[in-house]
């Protein structure tokens, strides 16, 4: 079975030998998408390309040449405006989409600047600070908002994908969901994602073994450790908001004030959405 979609560096024996499923290549470094549009070829099928750079936005050179390549930017701020305004039409017409960190406060504001400019954006978190009160007020802006807007990620994605009866993991939006995305080094090895291949926690070696990777122990305990926390009866197996979030802020001293109340709030926002999409209200009659 091949339908896992691979997160992998740019290497093209690496990439040679997973010419049959569908990649996604990561780097820290803007000037490898030189070097992947001229590898752009029928024996790559490129799911999108994650460049996570330190410049701001602001000062990134965007290109024409990178017209054709599907990008997720991650940058840790928004920067300046004006250094932003002269490239906004060419952004537009990228296939990209725009991650900020979740680690500064302007970037909550510059994500609603740039969903409302049309360009596809989203927040990531990393090992910094979060404002879940900006965070709360940029995914009601997300989901609640009437006026024309771009997605705004997470949160358009997990509304998009809602099911009132299943679990869900954002994570897909950061190629970080092993049921769906699993990351492959240099030397073939496998791990669950990107924080896990960091920290060198490989579940398989070789490419090969990703056709077995249902039958793996370590991938099955990972993809079963939601229903493991919901025996352990500590506080997010209790919390409404489970469902969506999966405990991923377990690691915070005070929940009550922080993911609880957001993630609360977030799941109220999917379910009105998912009505919304399928109520079958009767339309008024109108002049
Ligand atoms: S929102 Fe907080 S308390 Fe609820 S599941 Fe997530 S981490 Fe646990």
């Avoid at 803007?30 to 996570?52: G, T, V």
């Avoid at 600070?129 to 006026?147: F, R």
């Avoid at 807007?149 to 939006?173: C, G, K, Q, R």
């Avoid at 896990?196 to 370590?218: A, F, K, Q, T, Y």
Wanted: net charge negative; glycine share 2%; proline share 3%.
């Amino acid at each position: 079975m091949k339908d896992h979609i691979i997160v992998c560096p740019f290497d093209e024996q690496l990439l040679a030998k997973l010419s049959e499923r569908n990649v996604v290549i990561k780097s820290h470094d803007l000037n490898i998408l030189q070097s992947i549009q001229k590898h752009l070829n029928k024996s790559l099928r490129l799911h999108a390309i994650k460049i996570q750079t330190d410049v701001p936005l602001s000062a990134i050179s965007f290109q024409e040449d990178w017209l054709k390549l599907p990008l997720a930017i991650y940058s840790p701020e928004f920067g300046n405006y004006r250094d932003l305004l002269h490239q906004l039409n060419l952004i537009r017409r990228l296939n990209i989409r725009i991650f900020l960190s979740s680690e500064y406060d302007d970037n909550y504001t510059g994500l609603k600047i740039l969903s409302s400019l049309n360009i596809n954006c989203g927040l990531y978190f990393n090992n910094g600070s979060i404002n879940w009160e900006a965070m709360n007020d940029l995914m009601h802006y997300a989901v609640y908002s009437k006026t024309k807007h771009a997605h705004i990620e997470p949160f358009d994605w997990l509304v998009s994908n809602y099911e009132p009866t299943d679990y869900m993991d954002y994570h897909s939006v950061y190629f970080n969901n092993p049921a769906k995305y699993l990351h492959v080094n240099e030397k073939e090895q496998i791990a669950l994602n990107e924080q896990e291949m960091l920290n060198n926690r490989i579940i398989g070696d070789g490419i090969p073994s990703l056709d077995r990777i249902h039958v793996n122990e370590h991938y099955n305990d990972f993809i079963n450790a939601r229903y493991d926390i919901m025996l352990q009866m500590n506080e997010c197996a209790y919390c409404p908001a489970f469902r969506i979030c999966l405990a991923k802020f377990e690691h915070l001293t005070n929940k009550n004030d922080t993911c609880k109340v957001f993630f609360s709030d977030f799941i109220n926002a999917a379910d009105y959405s998912f009505k919304q999409r399928n109520s079958k209200r009767t339309k008024i009659w109108q002049l």
